[in-house]
């Protein structure tokens, strides 16, 4: 799979819009990527599977609630890796875990994260993996908007891995 291949069906699935919205960090953009657009989608999904297994020799996944969810669950039946969800804070009912699945101390983890903006999210779940004992060192994101996430993540020992970035993204447009 290419790049391209992976743009064009972002753009079929009509997850990248043009305008003025607002970001969950509080900023404004004039472009959007609807990750529930992508997410949602058949084609992209099978896309990003195979994308990130190409990338990953970790030997478990973690995907961050609710966004990464599906990306993770695909990105497991492609690579025949186990997975973990780290929740943005421990739920407050049934067993309260923030990690929830297998997680042993020691394990090996690989983050896949929708849309890196800031890097917030994916650092929560970063610092969140690493408290329940696994060794975190990696990012990997289906776009980096370039806005400072790959800076941050790097300040904590993580490197940022994207399959496109925004200026892959938007070439041509």
Known sequence: MTNQDLIDALRAAEAVKFGEFELSHGGTSDYY?????????????RLIAEA????????K??????GAVPLVAVTSAETRRPYVIARKQAKEYGTGNRIEGRLDDGDRVVVLEDIATTGKSALDAVEALREAGAVVDRVLVVVDREEGAAELLADH?????????????????
């Open 61 to 66: 996944l973690a995907g961050v609630a609710l």
């Open 157 to 173: 020992g993580v490197e940022l891995d994207a399959l496109l970035t925004a200026t892959d993204l938007l070439a041509d447009e």
């Open 52 to 59: 990130f297994a190409e990338r990953i020799d970790e030997p």
């Open 33 to 45: 990527v609807d990750k529930y657009l992508f997410e949602t989608d058949p084609e992209c999904l």
